[in-house]
């Protein structure tokens, strides 16, 4: 029952980090795309990443090809069909991540893992889109997945405990720290930090401070790495919105409500670093 080949869905900064991280780790990795293109793109990111830490000496040349050849490109879901562990990485809407549940359960093996990347939605719901509820967990790896040295496992009130010590497994072979946690909307990072996220920008709209101001505050008074609305432009205004609706959707506290602002910015397009402008502008 040991995790050996590991397919990764989607192709976004997130899947692509996961799946540098498992193939680093020594693991086979199938990365699955919508199009072809796509997911040989991705490839072709994995290597130059790769090409970047062996320029800087932090990687030797043959373990970045032994980790290249570890890892092969698909646009088809039929490829993840030997896959012992399934781990979802696409958009962060519960209609489309059931539908991607729904036709895994069909081709999977039947010991097969499934797992969702997923930061705030409902693993339940996925799950009980299979015919083996058992074998899903969530499995979230932050951003950017090489770096950052946490993953959560979510367990669900059908997730097996087989299930949970092979993903933890899994998760430790990769370097990481996993903690496990209750499938409860925002896990135990979210929960904790968007209120916080949310609350800096009903201070901005408040007029407390400037935005700049409570970065600096926040940096300098409680030792964070980035302020508040450097973090907002980093996750995505968008993402950040989404995450404190869910949020919202299954505690109805007023911290998660989102602040008219932060909607307002996401209606304008104004998502962050990936729009290039958000609280910042990155356009310069």
Known sequence: MTIKRVGIIGSGIMGSGIA??????????????????????????????????????????????????????????????DCDLVIESVVEDLATKKELFRELNHICK????????????????????????????????????????????????????????????????????????????????????????????????????SMEDIDVAMKGGCNFPMGPFALLDLVGLDTSLAILEALYAEFRDPNFAPVPLLRRMVMAGHLGRKSGKGFYDYSR
């Open 20 to 81: 540098e991280v498992a193939a680093r780790s020594g693991f086979e990795v199938v990365l699955r795309s919508r199009q072809q293109a796509t997911a040989d793109a991705t490839l072709a990111a994995l290597e130059m990443s790769l090409t970047k830490q062996v320029d800087k000496g932090k990687l030797e040349e043959a373990e970045k090809q032994a980790t290249l050849g570890r890892v092969t490109a698909t646009s088809s879901l039929n490829d993840l069909a």
């Open 110 to 209: 039947d010991d097969a893992i499934l797992a969702t990347n997923t930061s705030t939605l409902p693993v339940i719901e996925m799950a009980m889109e299979t015919h083996k509820p058992e074998y899903v967990c969530g499995v979230h790896f932050f951003n950017p997945a090489p770096l950052m040295s946490l993953v959560e496992i979510v367990r669900t009130l059908v997730t097996s405990d087989e299930t949970i010590s092979r993903v933890r497994d899994f998760a430790e072979a990769c370097g990481k720290s996993p903690v496990e946690v209750k499938d409860r909307a925002g896990f135990i990072v979210n929960a904790l930090l968007f209120p916080y996220l949310n609350n800096a920008v009903r201070m901005l709209e408040n007029g407390t401070a």
